[in-house]
Every structure is written in C-alpha cells, then in structure tokens.
C-alpha cells in the first residue's frame, strides 16, 4: 500500500522560507515520479511541481518559478520542496502526490492522481 507523510509545515512570514518533505513506503520509490500540489481555503487543489524518477527532468508551476526547488533522494525514499521568498498566497495544504505507473511523469491535473498525501498547512502572515 502507497503512503506518503508529509511534514515541515507551519507559520512563517512573508519573505522567509521553509521546506517542505514527504516520504513515501509501499513500492520502489526510486521508479516513480513524485510531485507537490496546493489547496488553499475556497479554492482549487493545483500543480505546483513535479520531478521525474531520476530526478533529471523538473516542472514547476508559473506562480512559483525562481521561488520553490523540488528535488529528491532516492536513498531516503524522500521527495522535498524548498520554499523560499513566501508570499501570502502561497499559503495553503501542501500535498505530496506520486504517479500511477513506474517511469511515467506525474499528471497536474489533480483528478487524476490516486494517491495523496495527508498534507501539511503552510501559513503565511504578511
């Protein structure tokens, strides 16, 4: 059974940073492509990044460019989001997501992903 825990969430002001993991047990983490999506309150869960398996190909949502860094270490079953530069909208749940087939790039699209997880709050006071 796919699980995946996110933690490293919490408050912080606008302009600072935080980082944000999720670790994932139930299969070979190391063949799956893994991203980050939000929901803030009223509104839409959205893409914000994905990186592929091996770690050599990255997307990133427009609104978070130059901002956030997904990367990740396969030896710790990791996937990790450094947020820098925060602003009051990025304030939402964070959620962690994987993708449905081994060697396949993790859809954006949210309805489509099968596995979530639980999220973790980022709040951002201006």
């Known amino acids: 059974q796919v699980q995946l825990v996110e933690s490293g969430g919490g408050l912080v002001q606008a302009g600072g940073s935080l980082r944000l993991s999720c670790a994932a047990s139930g299969r070979t983490f190391s063949s799956y492509s893994m991203g980050w999506f939000r929901q803030a309150p009223g509104k839409e869960r959205e893409f914000v990044a994905r990186?592929?398996?091996?770690?050599?190909?990255?997307s990133y949502a427009d609104s978070v460019k130059g901002r956030f860094t997904i990367s990740r270490d396969n030896t710790k079953n990791t996937v990790y989001l450094q947020m820098n530069s925060l602003k009051p909208e990025d304030a939402a749940v964070y959620y962690c997501a994987t993708a449905r087939a081994p060697r396949s790039i993790l859809t954006m699209f949210p309805a489509l992903i099968d596995y979530w997880g639980q999220g973790t709050q980022v709040t951002v006071s201006a």
């Open positions: 990186i592929t398996w091996s770690g050599s190909s990255i």
